[in-house]
């Protein structure tokens, strides 16, 4: 059986150093590669879903991804069009590419997917988060078949709110990284 890997997929502008995928990372390097992208201010979404596929194939068949912010939007497109067996996505604050409040500049990221995804997915979300409200984080999660856990008043659950090391993260993360490796039938 091969290893597992999990590979942080950031959002917009990347994580730096005090958010909680680079903890993950420096804590279990053996284990945690960051998906990288060739432009993290000004994303097309096209060129971020070609680096997510580019990761999963080189990281093999045990995969679980951790992604943040418009990552998990870009993980959601990926799995309309890329149907590759996971152990699961845990997706962290989606953030809702169609509100007016989000950024205009990610190109390729409207509309939101809201096709069911084919391996198990946690949505991740809290209830207050500027970039995606509670109701529509409920949206995408029943929409892409995800189990949905709401943190509370949690930001959008990155280091500018106190999330560095999140270890209740990585409890939530244990979860599908035991989980069996499966495509979900359609």
Known sequence: MSELT?????????????????????????????????????????????????????????????????????????????????????????????????????????????EPIAFPTLVVASSNDPWVTLERAKKFADAWGSRLVNIGDAGHVNSDVGYGPWPEGLVLLQSLRRGRRYLRAR
């Open 6 to 114: 999990v590979l942080t997929v950031p959002g917009l502008y990347n994580s730096g150093p005090q958010h909680w995928q680079s903890h993950w990372e420096r804590q279990d390097p053996a284990h945690f590669r960051r998906v990288q992208q060739q432009n993290w201010d000004t994303p097309k979404a096209e060129d971020w879903i070609a680096e997510l596929d580019r990761a999963v194939i080189e990281a093999g068949p045990e995969v679980v991804l951790a992604a943040h912010s418009l990552a998990c939007c870009t993980v959601a497109l990926w799995a309309c069009t890329h149907k590759r067996a996971l152990r699961g996505a845990m997706l962290v604050a989606p953030s809702d590419t169609e509100s007016p409040a989000y950024p205009t500049g990610p190109k390729g990221f409207n509309p939101m997917p809201l």
